[in-house]
């Protein structure tokens, strides 16, 4: 990819990156709800192996959207776990879980191909950080995996460039 097809970063993409962050509250619920652990190693796999194959087609260097995915499935695992201890300490659970499989999954893989979409043509570059700070709010989310997060993204711009 030359430079010459590689625009700023919009804030479409933080907005997408925060739009499949915010359903890890609706993730949290059903696996609190069906008793399944927040880890899910063998899941993780199969999203890690998706963005690669994403990312291969797209032509970006698939060790650099790897990362930029593991630090979302690290900050996906925080937000769901702030939410599972808010209601083990009496916080009201959501009244409607939608169900993990045919509702949250089909959204969190349609986001996800979209973020590698817009990364397709897009540059994150360290003057984005406030833009993204200011889309990426999330309840629950971590400073550290926002931060971990925007690092993750100006790798892949760089490798792209």
Excluded at 64 to 80: H, L, P, R, S
Excluded at 97 to 115: F, N, Q, Y
Aim: net charge negative; glycine share 4%; with cysteine.
């Amino acid at each position: 990819m030359g430079t010459s097809n590689v625009q700023a970063a919009p804030p479409d993409l933080f907005d997408t990156i925060n739009d499949r962050l915010g359903y890890m509250q609706a993730v949290a619920a059903w696996k609190v709800e069906n008793q399944h652990a927040i880890e899910d190693p063998a899941r993780e796999k199969i999203v890690l192996k998706a963005a690669s194959e994403a990312a291969s087609k797209a032509g970006f260097n698939t060790d650099t959207v790897e990362v930029f995915f593991e630090a979302q499935i690290e900050a996906a695992k925080a937000i769901q776990l702030c939410w599972a201890n808010r209601w083990h300490t009496g916080s009201p659970r959501p009244e409607h879980v939608p169900d993990l499989v045919t509702d949250v999954r089909p959204a969190l893989i349609s986001l996800g191909d979209k973020i590698i979409e817009q990364l397709s043509s897009l540059s994150v570059s360290p003057k984005d950080q406030a833009d993204f700070n200011a889309a990426v709010r999330v309840d629950c989310l971590p400073e550290d995996n926002r931060n971990e997060l925007f690092d993750a993204l100006i790798n892949i711009s760089e490798t792209t460039e």
